[in-house]
């Protein structure tokens, strides 16, 4: 015998919504930046106010923006109105795909595009609430391997990470402002 749909033990279907309250600011931001900065995913864990866990709002190309909070999962619409301002954003310059590869760590991109990549990325954290970690996803010219960049806003000393496919790669204390070679 089967349970009945709306058993909230057995239903596993995702409301779809059209704002997650506070989190509407965030959840603007990574849409626009997803398309300003030419990117397939981009991703913030926001830290909780007061007893809540963590929010993970995940905006993909050509997909719902999910929004998550521990077990509860929102879906709302990918261009649906939203009742909050994008603010001025970096100026992600277009750049050809990376050749990223996830054994060696090696990138091949045009100079300074990974670093340019990192400081959009950090700039753009910084306009999120405090402690909350962003991550942007581009495709690369190897097929089902991305290269990402994360940061935390208002950088709380930790370094941007750079991923390529599962792999990471925390860089140096300030970079990229600082050179990483001697």
């Keep these: 015998m089967s349970t009945p749909p709306d058993d909230p033990e057995t239903d596993d279907r995702i409301a779809l919504v059209t704002t997650v309250g506070p989190l509407d600011a965030v959840v603007v931001i990574l849409r626009e930046l997803l398309h300003v900065a030419s990117a397939v995913r981009a991703t913030a864990v926001v830290p909780p106010e007061g007893d809540e866990e963590p929010a993970v709002v995940d905006v993909a190309r050509l997909s719902p923006i999910e929004v998550a909070r521990g077990e509860h999962v929102v879906h709302l619409p990918h261009s649906g109105p939203m009742d909050a301002e994008v603010p001025p954003l970096f100026a992600f310059k277009d750049l050809p795909m990376f050749d990223a590869d996830p054994e060696t760590g090696d990138i091949a991109a045009p100079l300074g595009g990974v670093e340019h990549r ?3 990325v950090a700039e753009t954290a910084a306009q999120l609430p ?14 089902g391997v991305q290269f990402s960049v994360t940061a935390r806003a208002k950088d709380a000393g930790e370094p941007i990470v750079l991923g390529i496919g599962d ?16």
């Design 118 to 120: 990192a400081i959009g």
């Design 130 to 143: 405090d402690g909350t970690v962003l991550q942007l996803a581009w495709d690369t010219t190897r097929p």
């Design 167 to 182: 792999e990471v790669f925390p860089m140096p204390a300030g970079w990229p402002d600082v050179p990483t070679l001697a």
